[in-house]
């Protein structure tokens, strides 16, 4: 199906353990993004990526790690799971330079016991 | 100082009334104001963007922007509970990023 996909779109975890969170689309939008979403903070930005092979940092991106090998998707990786990234995780993507129609996914809601 | 601050809500409002969200601003240099709309449990979507100063209108909706003042708004007319929803307006980040606030929620009850 055509649009931009999460999975798992449930998980739940333990401390410690490494999680990886997929996302795919299949506009070959040059940009994309992750999120997270907590009560009281909304939307905060852990890591984009302008093209495949082209990552940086946004505002939290302490604990996580990215890859993009291929333009249509964007694994995020918990390296070493907290509870405090228990969180629901949003990736978005974009087209293009200077555009800033963001089209997001549907979530993984994520906990860490 | 945060770079937008927005009216925090919850705002509850009975079907049918006109709704009014704003934004204020502190960085002169944007040029490029959006609302999106979060239902609950799904992700943010675009609601609306402009450029310029001025009101722009989509079927119920109008973003209002006054940049001397330094002002954004989103007027919802003849208000559904099918707008209870999150609003939210980010700014941009740079290199296509958005800053979003915690939003404005509403709940429209017929």
Redo the contacts between chains.
Sequence with gaps: DAGITQSPRYKITETGRQVTLMCHQTWSHS?M?W?RQDL??????IY?S?AADIT?K??VPDGYVVSRSKTENFPLTLESATRSQTSVY?C?S?E????????????TRLTVT | QKEVEQDPGPLSVPEGAIVSLNCTYSNSAFQYFMWYRQYSRKGPELLMYTYSSGNKEDGRFTAQVDKSSKYISLFIRDSQPSDSATYLCPYSGGYNKLIFGAGTRLAVHP
């Design positions: 940009y993004f999120y009281g903070h909304g939307l905060r930005l984009y302008a940086d946004g505002e949003f978005a974009s293009g330079r200077n555009s800033y129609e963001q089209y997001f996914g549907p979530g």
